[in-house]
């Protein structure tokens, strides 16, 4: 493996890492509505488990309002089900054609344990990509001791990683204080 090769396999698994800190960000709640909140329930439809976003449309007609119109009528109230046993502090309204989903308001205590949260998954993204930048570094030692490669490029490449890592960390600090600043914002 190349220098180039591993530089590039060690960024694209920082940036999986950033993609998948930005999903779990998506899931927490803000004072907003927003479909990604229900995108991970899935219902029962044709006598296997499916994802709701895969039965029905989800939009958000205003700031406070989830709506779901199921393309299927008759799976709305397995719809509705799924989204009760779903815990998510929202109670489905069901008007015979579409579900309602009414997003409260949140209170401060529940916004600061929602922003420790943000926290705590920024942290876990930023342990992975420091895991990410361990292994690039290992792997160019290795391959530049078995390729006979110069020294110099193999600390250069390693000090690229760092540098690489530094970014990502930049990214996910930024995305975290975005977060933080959505959910403690009334």
Request: with cysteine; net charge negative; hydrophobic share 35%.
């Amino acid at each position: 493996m190349s220098a180039d090769e591993i530089l590039l396999e060690t960024e694209e698994r920082l940036d999986k890492a950033l993609t998948a800190l930005n999903n779990d960000f998506r899931r927490i709640r803000t004072g907003r509505a927003n479909p990604a909140m229900i995108e991970h329930v899935q219902a029962e439809a044709y006598g296997s488990m499916m994802p709701i976003n895969q039965m029905a449309s989800i939009s958000v007609p205003e700031p406070t309002q989830i709506v779901i119109k199921p393309w299927d009528k008759t799976q709305l109230r397995l719809i509705e089900i799924a989204l009760t046993n779903a815990n998510l502090g929202m109670a489905p309204q069901n008007d015979g054609e579409l579900i309602r989903l009414n997003v409260p308001a949140l209170s401060e205590e529940r916004r600061k344990q929602l922003a420790i949260q943000a926290k705590e998954g920024a942290e876990k993204c930023k342990v992975s990509m420091r895991n990410a930048r361990r292994e690039g570094i290992k792997t160019m030692e290795t391959e530049g001791k078995e390729q006979k490669l110069p020294e110099d490029l193999v600390k250069k490449t390693c000090d690229d990683i760092s540098e690489l890592l530094k970014e990502y960390e930049a990214k996910a600090e930024e995305s975290l204080k975005q977060k933080t600043e959505d959910i403690l914002t009334i």
